[in-house]
């Protein structure tokens, strides 16, 4: 039985979805129960499964696991609740997906200053999707929780009683996190941050799970580092010119806001203070083929070209750390796994 934790190890869209969507199909887990924390619909998670892609911002990544029994989100995490009921939809997870009672609610309001007030459009640079001033609603305890919400009854639960029943059954866990390490409140690059904090330790609060039931904490990064919005923000250690990235073919748009990434090389450093912050047990690598196309839906890493291998090898040296997964494509089963 385990209970794993998948967070972001730089800032953001390193692929959580992806690698969430493979490891819930990987037997040798068996997760029944998928829990998602972080800040809210915020997120953009891309999944792919054969030909289909799906773009979430609520709807946990988890969701097309063929033993998943319930999709969880949990207290800490913001509902918008238009949101969710369209991402159910089209996921088709009515009946399995439940949200907390004391989940915040995000309403038009809140989503109006996200896109108005001049602080969090041009300073900070925000998703726009009305979780930092929801945010702040709940601190100032006056934000309206899913038991309020009348269109929301019939997927109410308690999340971290279900989640203790389901430790208690020894039934196998999977708690995803969303945006990443660097976005977060306390340990990001302030202001250029999320609503609050992201790393492991708040993921699982999140959710209502406690750090000792936890097995591992996979951390995810990605061959390069991207960051969205934050456009006055510091420009990120080696950041490449709009010009270079092209070429690179290094270019991606955020999930949500469609705004164009900025883009820098791998940063060890980055990455290294990742992963004591998070206590990471595990990484994974995602986005292998951009940097290296000849490596393009390879399974095996011994089949790897020796640019890559020796990419690879030369990044774990300095972490200390192996990658157990490395994403070759963006579909799941495009993946290189090595526990
Ligand atoms: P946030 O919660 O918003 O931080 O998102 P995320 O970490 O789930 O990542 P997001 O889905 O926003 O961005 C990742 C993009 O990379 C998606 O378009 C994925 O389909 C794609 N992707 C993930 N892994 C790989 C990979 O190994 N190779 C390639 N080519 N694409 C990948
Ligand atoms: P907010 O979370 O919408 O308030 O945005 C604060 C900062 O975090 C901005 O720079 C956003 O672009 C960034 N951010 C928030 N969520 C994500 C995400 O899921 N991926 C990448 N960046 C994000
Ligand atoms: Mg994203």
Redesign the pocket.
């Known amino acids: 039985m385990s209970v794993t934790v998948v967070v972001g190890g730089f800032?953001?869209?390193e692929g959580k979805g992806k690698i969430v969507s493979h490891l819930v199909n990987d037997e040798s887990y068996n997760y029944k129960i998928v829990a998602r924390g972080g800040?809210g619909p915020?997120?953009?998670h891309t999944v792919v499964i054969k030909d289909m892609i799906y773009k979430l911002r609520m709807v946990p990544s988890g969701f097309a696991g063929k033993n998943i029994e319930k999709l969880l989100i949990g207290p800490g995490v913001l509902v918008d609740p238009q949101v969710l009921l369209n991402e159910i939809q089209i996921t088709k997870t009515m009946g399995k997906i439940f949200c907390d009672y004391q989940c915040g609610i995000i309403n038009k309001k809140h989503i109006e200053k996200?896109q108005t007030n001049s602080h969090?459009k041009d300073q900070?640079?925000?998703?726009?999707?009305g979780?930092?001033p929801a945010n702040e609603d709940r601190v100032r305890r006056i934000l309206p929780l899913a038991r309020d919400v009348p269109e929301l009854r019939g997927i109410l639960t308690d999340v971290p009683l279900e989640l203790h029943k389901a430790l208690i059954e020894k039934k196998s866990i999977l708690i995803e996190g969303?945006?990443?390490t660097h976005?977060s409140l306390w340990h990001g690059t302030y202001p250029?941050?999320?609503?609050k904090d992201v790393t492991a330790s708040a993921i699982c609060s999140d959710v209502g799970i406690g750090p000792t039931s936890v097995t591992d904490v996979v951390l995810v990064f990605k061959t390069f580092v991207t960051?969205?919005?934050?456009i006055r923000a510091e420009k990120m250690e080696n950041q490449l010119t709009e010009d270079e990235t092209i070429k690179r073919g290094w270019i991606e748009y955020?999930t949500?806001?469609g705004r164009l990434r900025r883009a820098a090389p791998f940063n060890i450093p980055l990455a290294k203070r990742s992963i004591f912050l998070n206590g990471a047990t595990k990484l994974a690598l995602t986005k292998l083929d951009v940097v290296f196309p000849q490596d393009s839906g390879k399974k095996v890493f011994e089949d790897l070209s020796s640019l890559a291998k020796d990419w690879i090898i030369e990044k774990e040296r300095h972490l200390g750390m192996q990658f157990s997964w490395i994403g070759t494509g963006p579909a799941d089963s495009e993946i290189i796994t090595r526990k």
Do not use: E, P, W
């Open positions: 800032f953001g869209d800040v915020n997120a953009g996200d969090l900070v640079g925000t998703s726009g999707s979780t930092g969303t945006q990443a976005l250029h941050v999320t609503s960051r969205v919005g934050s955020g949500v806001t």
